[in-house]
């Protein structure tokens, strides 16, 4: 039996992980010894709102350790200015539990998605390791003298040895096990002359432990141009929480938009992980049917493969690659189907694929 906590948040995270939950059954119903428990959370904006609590650490503690994964939809909502609900449930979700690995598969599945002239699915395939409880994200920092002309905002990057070692570590290994050549570390170490000078120490140290691999460093800037110039030089990128959030949205635009990136938010030595898409609650569409549930579903083949089921995996991704086949795609990709019309063709898929395994 798998447990998996749903916390489908604000806006279109709640259309786009009912999608996702709705695929995850059917493949329950077609594929024998396949259980999952889903634990629905009431976290968000509404809840927020109405009494004021965010995602209490007690209670994230308790379903992190009854659960196997938590499945996340998109938190945000115009109505909560400062996002104070957004920061407990997902930055200090990532904190708390640790989960200081944040994976963002970036793959191309269909040449005409790709905003790039020319470039196909072969171009477009790499894999951003961000890391996820540190960098500039943390909170430390303060303001002096609010609202005044005098007025000083601090805001501290944290980089620890330990955090930038982890994270640079976990990216060679994947790139070891899975057959990737290439490992590009991203950093601004010419400008950030203390945390990012720690990034290319430790990164010097564990690229010399892979000396097959081909490793190659690359200040941000100039990593933004060269992924829409030479996207198929990467395999396997690493970076800091802020860099590797901006290079993801990237990422999804040459993946086809914001609702093709899927994510996982992990601690291989904890056995719980947060998968979420990478996109945000869209309130521009939100309720309207318009979200393109594809990056929600996308992750739960992320999180079925990181709970050992693969070959769920590959059926849930079989199924998408269908439904953008036969053009089953909401507005965002040029298709003509809503939200629950593409719920309806991945659900019909899954079972046909699974019944063509068995
Ligand atoms: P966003 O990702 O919500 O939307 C950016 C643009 O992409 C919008 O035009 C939106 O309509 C479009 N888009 C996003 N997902 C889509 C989908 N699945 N299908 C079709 N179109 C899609 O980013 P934003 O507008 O900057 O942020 C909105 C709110 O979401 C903010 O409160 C932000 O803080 C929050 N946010 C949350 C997460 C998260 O929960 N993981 C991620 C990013 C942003
Ligand atoms: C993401 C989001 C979050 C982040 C926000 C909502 C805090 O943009 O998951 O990419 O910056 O990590
Ligand atoms: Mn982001």
């Known amino acids: 039996m798998l447990r998996i906590a749903v916390l489908p948040g604000d806006g279109i995270g709640n259309e786009v992980i009912q999608v996702g939950v709705d695929v995850l059954k059917a493949l329950e119903e077609v594929t024998p010894g396949l259980e999952i428990a889903y634990e629905w959370l009431d976290y968000g904006a509404e809840r927020y709102l109405r009494d004021g609590v965010g995602f209490p650490n007690d209670e994230r503690e308790a379903i992190a350790d009854r659960n196997d994964a938590i499945y996340l939809g998109a938190v945000g909502d115009p109505r909560v200015p400062g996002n104070e609900h957004a920061r407990e449930i997902i930055l200090e979700t990532r904190f708390n539990l640790d989960l200081y690995v944040n994976l963002r598969p970036c793959k191309l599945l269909d040449a005409r998605f790709c905003p790039l002239a020319g470039k196909g699915v072969d171009d477009v395939d790499f894999t951003v390791f961000r890391e996820n409880t540190e960098g500039l994200y943390t909170g430390i920092g303060g303001i002096f003298k609010k609202g005044t002309a005098d007025e000083v905002a601090i805001q501290s990057s944290i980089n620890t040895r330990k955090g930038v070692e982890r994270i640079i570590r976990t990216a060679y290994r994947f790139a070891d096990e899975h057959g990737h050549g290439r490992v590009c570390m991203s950093d601004k170490s010419n400008a950030l002359r203390y945390g990012h000078d720690l990034w290319m120490r430790v990164w010097k140290e564990v690229a ?136 309806d063709f991945l659900v019909q898929t899954v079972r046909e694929l699974s019944a063509g395994n068995t």
């Open 208 to 343: 010399a432990e892979y000396p097959k691999i081909e490793s190659r460093h690359l200040y941000i800037d100039v990593l933004t141009m060269e992924l829409v110039r030479h996207p198929e030089d990467f395999e396997v990128i690493v970076t800091s929480n802020l860099f590797g959030d901006i290079v993801t949205d990237l990422g999804a635009a040459l993946q086809g938009g914001l609702g093709m990136a899927a994510s996982a938010n992990l601690n291989p030595e904890r056995g719980i992980g947060m998968f979420e898409p990478v996109h945000g609650s869209a309130p521009d569409i939100a309720g309207q049917g318009k979200a393109n549930p594809i990056a929600a579903v996308a992750t739960t083949a992320l999180m079925l493969q990181s709970l050992g089921r693969p070959a769920e995996a590959r059926i849930v991704e079989a199924a998408v690659a269908r439904a953008l086949a036969e053009n089953a795609t909401t507005a965002d990709l040029g298709g003509s189907s809503s939200t629950s019309q593409v719920r």
